[in-house]
Each structure stands twice: as C-alpha cells, then as structure tokens.
C-alpha cells in the first residue's frame, strides 16, 4: 500500500529541537515535491516548509519556508532512506500542532497544500514553555 508514514514528534521544552522523518512505501519520495505543513487546535493548517523535485537527482531541489520558521527549521532529503527530514530547532510554544507531510509528484515545492496529492497521517509535536 502506498503511504507516507511521518514520525519523531513528542512534548520537549522551549528552546529544544525534534527531527521529524516523512518516509514514504511504495513511492520514490525523490520524484516528488515533499511539504510540511502543520495544524494547531482550532486553527487551519498552515504552511511550514517544502523541498521540491529535481531533474537532477545530484541536486537536491529548492527549499522554501514560511516567515515563522526561517532561520530555525530545516528542510532535507535522504534519496538512499526514501525519506524527507524537518530539523526544528529553538522551538517555542507556537510551533505546537500535528505535523503533516505531503507529496507532489515532479513539484516545485511551494506553500499551496492543494497542490500536494498525499498525505501521512500526522505527528504530534508540543512545545512546553
């Protein structure tokens, strides 16, 4: 079956770091544009970051971010684990929401969820102050 499994969320401290890993059965992950994006309770899902496809599989593809984790989030691959990273480092109290990740075959990696064709079930990530 194909999926996206994400995981490596938890409860730490303010000012801590988790890695999240979105790894994918049954799909190459380096055909695609892979996105996380992130839901708080009572709020919509928002954008956080994205890496898109290359042509080229020596290149990784372009990262983008949104404004509230530049700087502290990073974005990245592993071809040979079929499986997109998010290091997310000083992280504060606004940072908690489940975090979901999501597949865009041969995209450009940008902040439009609709644009992003599969999803994993989410990981919850809190962030205690």
């Known amino acids: 079956q194909e999926q996206l499994v994400e995981s490596g969320g938890g409860t730490v401290q303010a000012g801590e770091s988790l890695r999240l890993s979105c790894a994918a059965s049954?799909?190459?992950?380096?055909?695609?544009?892979v996105a996380w994006f992130r839901q708080a309770p009572g709020k919509e899902r928002e954008f956080v970051a994205a890496?898109?496809?290359?042509?080229?599989?020596?290149?990784?593809?372009?990262?983008n971010y949104a404004d509230s984790v530049k700087g502290r989030f990073t974005i990245s691959r592993d071809n040979s684990k079929n499986t997109v990273y998010l290091q997310m480092n000083s992280l504060n109290s606004e940072d908690t929401a489940v975090y979901y990740c999501?597949?865009?075959?041969?995209?450009?990696?940008?902040?439009?969820?609709?644009?992003?064709?599969?999803w994993g079930q989410g990981t919850q990530v809190t962030v205690s102050s």
């Open positions: 890496i898109g496809w290359s042509a080229n599989p020596w290149r990784r593809g372009i990262s």
């Open positions: 049954g799909r190459t992950l380096s055909n695609y544009a």
């Open positions: 999501g597949a865009d075959f041969r995209g450009s990696g940008d902040n439009i969820s609709g644009r992003y064709d599969y």
